[in-house]
C-alpha cells in the first residue's frame, strides 16, 4: 500500500528565507511523487513531480524537490520565500494498479511573515 | 491549456434536496475524471474514479446511491449529492486526466464548495 507523511502540519518562515516542507512516502511500486499547492477556496496546482530519471526536479514558482529513495523521502524546497508563496502545500504518491489514482498527505500550511 | 472548470462554485441547499455539480475538461479530452472531498484543513480523500461511458468506481465507503457520478462525454462528469445532509457540506473537487495520458497526470479544478443546511 501506497502513504504519504508531511511533517508539520504548519510551517512558518521569514520572507526571503528558505522554505523546507517535508514529505516522506512509503509504496510497494516504483513512487511517482507529487508535490501540489492550493490557495484558499480553490483546487490544486501542480508544483512539480517525479516519476523516473533525475532525482532533483525542478518545478514552477522556484520550487524543487528531490527524490531520495534511501530515505523514502521528498522533501520540497525553495531558496528564497516570498509573501505570495503563502498556501497549503500537499504531497501525494501514485497509488499502485493501473488507476494511477493519487494518495495526498494532510498538507502544510506555509506562512510567510514580513 | 489542461484547464478543468466546476459549476458551481458555491451552493447552499437544504437538507433533503440534492446538488449536480459538472466537472468540465476545457482544452482536453479526459477519459478518466476524479472526484475528491476535502473537509476544513484537511487532505483530499478520493470519493471515486469515473470513466467516460462506464460506471464509476466507488472508493470504500462511499455511498455510491448517494452520490452519483455520471460521466456521459469526454469532456464532462457530473457528481450528484442526492438528499443532501449537513454532514455533506464539503470542499468537492474533480481532476481530469486527458485521453491518452497518464492516469495519474491529474488537472484539478477550482472546487464546488457545497453548504447543506
Known amino acids: 500500500a501506497q502513504s504519504v507523511t508531511q511533517l508539520g502540519s504548519h510551517v512558518s518562515v521569514s520572507e526571503g528565507a528558505l522554505v523546507l516542507l517535508r514529505c516522506n512516502y512509503s509504496?510497494?511500486?516504483?513512487?511517482?511523487l507529487f508535490w501540489y499547492v492550493q490557495y484558499p477556496n480553490q483546487g490544486l496546482q501542480l508544483l512539480l513531480k517525479y516519476t523516473t530519471g533525475a532525482t532533483l526536479v525542478k518545478g514552477i514558482n522556484g520550487f524543487e524537490a528531490e527524490f531520495k529513495k534511501s530515505e523514502t523521502s521528498f522533501h520540497l524546497t525553495k531558496p528564497s520565500a516570498h509573501m505570495s508563496d503563502a498556501a497549503e502545500y500537499f504531497c501525494a504518491v501514485r497509488r499502485g494498479g493501473s488507476q494511477g489514482n493519487l494518495i495526498f498527505g494532510k498538507g502544510t500550511k506555509l506562512s510567510v511573515k514580513p | 491549456g489542461a484547464v478543468v472548470s466546476q459549476h458551481p462554485s458555491r451552493v447552499i441547499c437544504k437538507s433533503g434536496t440534492s446538488v449536480k455539480i459538472e466537472c468540465r475538461s476545457l482544452?482536453?479530452?479526459?477519459?478518466?475524471m476524479f472526484w475528491y472531498r476535502q473537509f476544513p484543513k484537511q487532505s483530499l480523500m478520493l470519493m471515486a474514479t469515473s470513466n467516460e461511458g462506464s460506471k464509476a468506481t466507488y472508493e470504500q465507503g462511499v455511498e455510491k446511491d448517494k452520490f452519483l457520478i455520471n460521466h456521459a462525454s469526454l469532456t464532462l462528469s457530473t457528481l450528484t449529492v442526492t438528499s443532501a445532509h449537513p454532514e455533506d457540506s464539503s470542499f468537492y473537487i474533480c481532476?481530469?486526466?486527458?485521453?491518452?495520458?497518464?492516469?495519474?497526470?491529474?488537472?484539478f479544478g477550482p472546487g464546488t464548495r457545497l453548504t447543506v443546511t
Open positions: 509504496s510497494s511500486v516504483p513512487p511517482y
Open positions: 482544452d482536453f479530452q479526459a477519459t478518466t
Open positions: 481532476s481530469a486526466s486527458p485521453a491518452g495520458g497518464l492516469a495519474y497526470e491529474q488537472y
